[in-house]
């Protein structure tokens, strides 16, 4: 067993076009390599803070991400043809070597919220003018639904 620190740099934009982490961002991987008779397991955590903006009042908003991460990596002759063929999720050893990549990429995918906001009680913004209403909380519109807009012509008339 071995245990890892690194504090890597995102190789590219990960995470959603609402939330993201952005590319050279710190990703710090903590994750402990275990010899299983398949391959070797890969468990550990990974952080980094995604950006993005607030889906009710498009302000910017920052998430801390930490995922749990957990990918068994075959040895590639330990699988028969017929497993490789079935099973494209299975992570292979090339080598000595392991392709964090993609499962780090899941692990933070899968943490973001999936609408972020800048605080649980954010108001947004008006549906019909888009005034931001934690500025203004008495903004409202009087409004007639068009099918009672002619009984307030005739209550004018009154």
Do not use: N
Not at 5 to 13: F, G, I, K, S, T
Not at 146 to 151: D, G, K, M, V
């Amino acid at each position: 067993m071995t245990k890892v620190h690194r504090v890597l740099e995102a190789p590219d934009e990960v995470g959603t076009e609402v939330l993201r982490i952005p590319a050279g961002s710190a990703l710090e991987l903590d994750v402990r390599l275990e010899a299983v008779m398949e391959g070797v397991l890969v468990t550990g955590t990974v952080r980094g803070r995604a950006v993005g903006e607030c889906v009710r009042c498009l302000e910017d908003v920052e998430v801390e991400v930490d995922g749990d991460l957990q990918e068994l990596y075959t040895h590639p002759d330990r699988l028969d043809g017929t497993e490789q063929d079935e099973d494209d999720e299975v992570r292979r050893l090339d080598g000595d070597l392991i392709d964090l990549e993609p499962a780090v990429r899941d692990v933070i995918v899968l943490d973001l919220p999936f609408q972020p906001v800048c605080r649980e009680d954010c108001p947004g913004l008006c549906s019909t003018c888009g005034v931001r209403l934690e500025t203004d909380p008495q903004h409202h519109h009087d409004s007639v639904d068009p099918r009672w807009a002619a009984l307030a012509d005739v209550h004018d008339l009154t």
